[in-house]
């Protein structure tokens, strides 16, 4: 042993053959194996295991055993039969104690679970349409409600902002409430709280009601907003899993095309027009509540709760067992969670949430998330959203022009969705983010050009100007934004995901709320080109760098594996970045550019967490 208490290089590779060895907290532990070629060994638990080798690999040929995340991700990568026995064992379990489902969870199947799995992510990602639904059809209502209530400018702020303020209170439910209920009766909570609110704001005859149905109306939306991207994150398979939590983000922009034709449809109603606008969302959150009702848990949430029968027969449901990929998976979750539940409880106890504090692993996911959020929101896209009617009549358009010309914002936005779910999980998750934010930069600069045009002497020239740029701008944020519901959703390990997508989803929509809230103020204090070019496109610049510096790439990495990528110290992922930053900049300058804006690879997991206590110095995997 080494003076700081390391294995010196000996220590590693001269123990007797017939051992098995792996470090725990620095310290080389051994234990003597027979050396047979088959063993009988006791784990304790009163189930005997067969030891067999295999070109000096050792390996179970029964039962099931306790092992290390790293040790399970070993035998997943050489396909050890430890994975089909543990499968099989299950299975027969499951045969004799089926799982008994009440009338709250009805039980659906199909003959290929990608069925169910597409199923599940379609009604799930409906969540993402109530949100931008709302988002577009308070724009639109903001030009005919504050004189029907008879709001000042102050309310109409309250108003817009009322539901990304109710959001945070429903964010800072969403711990809680997943810990407590789990990820699908979360949801439906959150879909009973929001119909509750828009029928309150579509009936609204004062300010205080409408105040009072936009605050609970984005309790519900906070709370879906930070469960759904986790619970589509921790059902799918990994090589979809950035896809189809994108879909997500594509149901907003849908959810704000639909607003946008709703109000468009009604803004012609010559009484209440805007009550028909608010209300018509009932008809998009009673089809979700129904269609969440027969969808099951999520199996890694059961996982964690220690319900293991429970989640394979989930995920016998959505995933399947026959192919490989799905059962080397569920094997290496079900390890995970074990071992995240032995250390949490020898770390903190009941109080998890402090390894965000205490945890470099823990920590770095938490900064990590925060910062691309507040990327996301910091540029502009929601108080651009909300006040689009407002900003479209600002550049010359007619109030009833406004409302039909913001289909243009909210259609680019939507279409700027779909590359995203198709190539972001080929090219990958940095790639992506360092590629679309320089575009929609561009689109706020020509915005912000827009704004020196006068509309009295050019009109046209104002309007096609601002027309092109809310283009690119929201054509851009569109495949920028999936990566707000994407990274959050599968950096966080099993144990503190509930707590930390909580804080992500505070942060979101609590910057929401800022912006919103202080956009008129912001407006008028700094110039509309002050506001949009020199705040939100310098954000965009400064965001830039950052993401070139610190992002990572978790593209077709399980959420286990993204738990070790996450294990590097910062310093590391930084070099490695800067590695990459200096090669594209060569490769841009000789004129590469088929290296540049090629799929980016899979990084390799580190290797310094290889070495590290976390995992085993030999290949033998222990016992």
Avoid at 86 to 97: F, G, S, V
Avoid at 298 to 312: N, V
Avoid at 403 to 425: N, Q
Avoid at 554 to 566: C, Q, Y
Wanted: aromatic share 12%.
């Amino acid at each position: 042993m080494s003076s700081d208490g390391s294995p010196t290089s000996s220590e590693k590779n001269h123990h007797p053959p017939d051992t098995l060895a792996k470090f725990e907290d620095g310290k080389l532990q051994v234990e003597h194996v027979e050396p047979n070629a088959k063993r009988r060994m006791s784990t304790g638990g009163g189930r005997n295991l067969s030891i067999a080798t295999d070109g000096g690999r050792q390996y179970s040929t029964g039962g099931t055993r306790r092992m290390s995340e790293w040790d399970a991700m070993k035998i997943a990568k050489e396909g050890g039969v430890e994975i089909d026995e543990e499968i099989e064992l299950l299975d027969q379990e499951l045969a004799e104690n089926p799982i008994h489902h009440s009338i709250w969870s009805p039980v659906i199947n199909f003959k290929d679970p990608r069925h169910f799995t597409w199923l599940l992510v379609g009604f799930a990602s409906m969540g993402g349409l109530l949100s931008g639904i709302d988002q577009s059809l308070i724009s639109g209502a903001n030009l005919y409600m504050p004189a029907s209530l008879n709001l000042d400018t102050s309310q109409v702020s309250l108003v817009a902002s009322g539901v990304p303020l109710g959001a945070i209170g429903g964010a800072l439910l969403l711990g809680p409430t997943n810990e407590a209920v789990g990820r699908r009766m979360a949801i439906i909570i959150s879909l009973i709280l929001y119909t509750i609110g828009a029928a309150l704001e579509a009936g609204a005859i004062n300010f205080g009601m409408m105040v009072t149905g936009r605050v609970i109306l984005g309790l519900g939306v906070g709370l879906e907003g930070g469960t759904v991207p986790v619970y589509v994150a921790e059902s799918v398979a990994r090589k979809y899993r950035g896809n189809l939590v994108s879909l997500y983000q594509f149901n907003i922009a849908l959810g704000e095309v639909f607003g946008y034709v709703v109000a468009a449809i009604f803004v012609n109603v010559k009484s209440g027009s805007w009550r028909y606008m608010l209300g018509s969302s009932l008809v998009f959150s009673t089809i979700m509540l129904v269609g969440m009702l027969f969808m099951p848990e999520s199996p890694r949430f059961l996982m964690h709760k220690g319900r293991t029968l429970e989640a394979f027969d989930t995920w016998k449901r959505i995933r399947g067992i026959d192919l490989a990929e799905n059962r080397e998976e569920f094997f290496v979750m079900k390890h995970a969670c074990i071992e995240e539940h032995d250390s949490k409880a020898s770390r903190t106890g009941s109080f998890a949430w402090l390894d965000f504090f205490t945890v470099p692993r823990a920590r770095r996911s938490i900064i990590y998330a925060q910062i691309m959020i507040f990327l996301g929101q910091f540029t502009g896209i929601n108080a651009i959203m909300y006040y689009m009617a407002t900003l479209m009549n600002q550049v010359g358009f007619s109030s009833k022009e406004s409302v039909f010309m913001s289909l243009v914002g909210g259609g680019s936005l939507l279409l700027g969705t779909l590359p995203a779910i198709f190539y972001m999980e080929k090219f990958g998750r940095r790639f992506w983010a360092c590629a679309m934010l320089p575009g929609f930069f561009i689109g706020l600069l020509i915005i912000g050009c827009s704004y020196l045009i006068d509309t009295k002497t050019n009109v046209g020239g104002a309007e096609g100007t601002y027309i092109t740029g809310l283009i690119l701008y929201e054509g851009f944020f569109g495949s920028y934004a999936c990566l707000t519901w994407v990274l959050p959703s599968e950096v966080y390990p099993t144990y503190l995901r509930s707590y930390g997508m909580e804080v992500s989803d505070v942060t979101l929509f609590f910057c929401s709320w800022l912006v919103t809230y202080f956009f008129s103020d912001m407006q008028k204090a700094m110039s509309r080109i002050g506001l949009t070019l020199g705040f939100y496109g310098g954000i965009a610049v400064v965001g830039w760098f950052y993401q070139l510096l610190f992002m990572p790439e978790t593209k077709n990495k399980t959420l286990e594996e993204i738990d070790v990528l996450f294990s590097q110290p910062t310093g590391q992922l930084v070099r490695q970045n800067l590695k990459g930053v200096a090669e594209s900049a060569s490769d841009l300058v000789h004129f590469r550019w088929g290296k540049v804006f090629r799929p980016s690879p899979e990084s390799e997991l580190p290797e310094a967490h290889r070495d590290s206590a976390v995992g085993p110095v030999s290949n033998k995997v222990q016992g």
